[in-house]
């Protein structure tokens, strides 16, 4: 079936529709809603039998919704409607939620059923939550609403408040007002709430130090307490804690307010943007072993089952700026040294890594100097996974992964994937040849054709199309906790194996006739040539490409690699 996805950004859940129904053989083509006629011209152009919108902050045209059938997915339960759907559900603590698919009419998120699915909030933020628990949702509803469209004999359901199984209603916009903490009232639970109802946007506008900043991200604290609520009382790691009536919580990202007439603010690491303020305050470290005891806030988190070791890494958005990759460098390291025979990397959920962190160099005070530094080190961590042949290393992704992240993940033994996870394995939209050693490990996964084809197109794979074409060696169904209670009972097998020992003799006769026909150290001084004209040479797109995605700069048009895919399925 002939579908267009029109959708206000080509985001996570977009990619994830994007990617479910081509593999299911439909044609999908892709229009950014950046404009009325813009939409009119890519229905004239595609004459879609379906039009779905996976995420959508504009309205579609009456003349395309009466013509057309034109299905919308709101992420919200069956009479759920208004723009701060998620907001509103972590706000009040709801146990349950859902992802309505309902056709587009006049009135907002007022349209007939088509199909509704439900789930458990889960305690964390709402872009962590839209990411997973929405998106399976979604993609599940939306699936559903396809194959009913599909068979031509479904009557999608009128909104009936009357009925017992609507239970949402119509809510108002959740503005800051709202939104705002009363750190002498407000117990850490309530905290935590509207802070994760506003990540990762638009956050939560306070003042600290005598500026307004909004706040990103909220998480808990076990063991630091404050003489008054609201007071800064430690750092770790570029994130800052703030105390409570009863406890205390941290914040890793922080944006500045920004002023009339003054420049664009970004998110950045919170220590970093008070730099300035944080004198006093100290820094109280966790090492990662400590971490997975403990409920507090930490990016890196190690804990050993028999003779498998997991090495837990999660950063905000996925991005790991240097210092980020320095610290899971030494991390890796230290786990790598532990005696045991199979090393799991990766989050237990939400992302495993995009790459460089584009934040950080932005505001850097030379981002071509920090884009250098960042590459460089990403590289160590992805060398050390390369080299290292006394264990298995196996890179476990129940999230997205994409660019660089996606590369690292390719440097372990085995890549096991969560099927729900959207993978993008290509630098080239952000003006970037790559490094990372990409030149030796994806075309040894999917040979050096596949190579150029997956890094030139630049599209998003689901999970079990990069299985068919070897780019990962397993995937497994079920939510994030399911994924992860597979892993560790895949980990723990291959531990047992009694053909574990034969294994790493041969990845250490591989590496070693890998090394002796091309050294590592030649991938790396030829991607980093390459990088470093990125960075450096004049008229190079990478800095204005940083720039635009940093500061959310609009598109004027859908990109072309999007558009022409009409009549390609899979």
């Given at each position: ?24 053989g ?30 959508l ?21 069956k ?8 907001d509103?559900a ?13 056709q ?13 699915v ?22 599940e509803?939306v ?9 031509g004999?479904?009557?999608p ?22 939104r ?12 935590l ?21 909004f ?6 604290e ?21 105390a ?13 307010r920004?002023t ?23 820094e ?23 003779d ?13 700026s ?33 790459g ?11 981002p ?9 080190a ?18 476990a992704?129940a ?18 994937c ?9 630098y ?51 939510n994030?906790?399911e ?9 723990a ?10 294994r ?16 590592l ?15 450096y ?7 204005a ?26």
């Amino acid at each position: 079936m002939r579908i267009l996805l029109i959708a206000s950004a080509f985001n996570s859940l977009t990619q994830r529709v994007h990617t479910e129904l081509r593999g299911r053989g439909h044609q999908v083509a892709v229009q950014l809603a950046l404009g009325d006629e813009q939409m009119r011209a890519a229905v004239d152009r595609t004459d879609p039998e379906l039009i779905v919108c996976p995420m959508l902050t504009r309205a579609v045209p009456e003349d395309i919704w009466s013509t057309r059938t034109v299905l919308i997915v709101h992420p919200g339960p069956k009479g759920d409607r208004g723009p701060s759907s998620l907001d509103w559900a972590i706000t009040e603590g709801a146990e349950r939620w859902g992802v309505t698919v309902l056709q587009a009419v006049a009135e907002m998120d007022a349209g007939d059923i088509w199909a509704s699915v439900e789930f458990p909030l889960t305690g964390c933020g709402k872009s962590e939550l839209y990411r997973n628990e929405v998106a399976d949702a979604a993609v599940e509803a939306v699936l559903l609403a396809v194959q009913r469209f599909e068979g031509g004999l479904f009557t999608p359901e009128p909104l009936d408040y009357d009925r017992s199984d609507v239970r949402g209603r119509l809510r108002t916009f959740l503005g800051q007002d709202a939104r705002r903490i009363d750190w002498a009232a407000d117990d850490t639970a309530t905290v935590l709430r509207k802070l994760r109802a506003a990540d990762s946007q638009p956050g939560v506008l306070d003042e600290l130090y005598g500026r307004e900043y909004f706040l990103h991200g909220g998480h808990p604290e076990d063991e630091l307490r404050g003489p008054v609520p609201g007071a800064v009382i430690a750092t770790r790691d570029g994130a800052i804690c703030r105390a409570t009536v009863d406890g205390a919580v941290w914040i890793p990202q922080l944006r500045r307010r920004r002023t009339p007439g003054g420049p664009a603010t970004f998110k950045l690491p919170a220590a970093t943007v008070l730099v300035d303020e944080l004198y006093r305050v100290r820094e109280v470290p966790v090492t990662p072993s400590e971490a997975a005891r403990r409920d507090t806030w930490s990016e890196l988190r190690y804990h050993e089952d028999g003779d498998v070791g997991f090495l837990e890494f999660a950063y905000a958005g996925g991005a790991m700026s240097t210092e980020q990759c320095r610290r899971l460098l030494a991390a890796y390291r230290e786990a790598a040294d532990r005696p045991t025979s199979v090393l799991v990397l990766g989050a237990a959920r939400d992302f495993f890594s995009n790459g460089i962190h584009l934040n950080v160099i932005e505001g850097a005070g030379f981002p071509a100097l920090e884009s250098w530094e960042n590459i460089n080190a990403m590289d160590d961590v992805v060398e050390a996974i390369l080299t290292t042949t006394d264990k298995l290393t196996v890179s476990a992704l129940a999230g997205n992964a994409a660019a660089g992240g996606l590369m690292l993940a390719l440097a372990a033994d085995e890549v096991w994937c969560r099927e729900s996870a959207v993978l993008n394995p290509h630098y080239r939209l952000m003006g970037l040849y790559g490094s990372e050693y990409w030149t030796y490990t994806l075309p040894r996964r999917v040979g050096a054709g596949q190579a150029e084809r997956l890094t030139a197109e630049a599209l998003p794979l689901g999970a079990e199309q990069a299985r068919r074409i070897g780019l990962v060696d397993h995937t497994s169904s079920g939510n994030a906790a399911e994924f992860r209670r597979w892993v560790a009972r895949e980990a723990a097998r291959r531990a047992r194996s009694p053909e574990l020992t034969a294994r790493l003799v041969e990845k250490k006769r591989r590496r070693a006739a890998d090394e002796e026909e091309r050294p590592l150290a030649d991938h790396r001084a030829e991607e980093l040539r390459r990088m470093h004209a990125n960075f450096y040479r004049a008229g190079e797109p990478y800095h204005a490409l940083r720039r635009d995605f940093v500061h959310k700069v609009c598109p004027v048009a859908t990109p072309e690699h999007l558009t022409g895919l009409l009549g390609r399925p899979e």
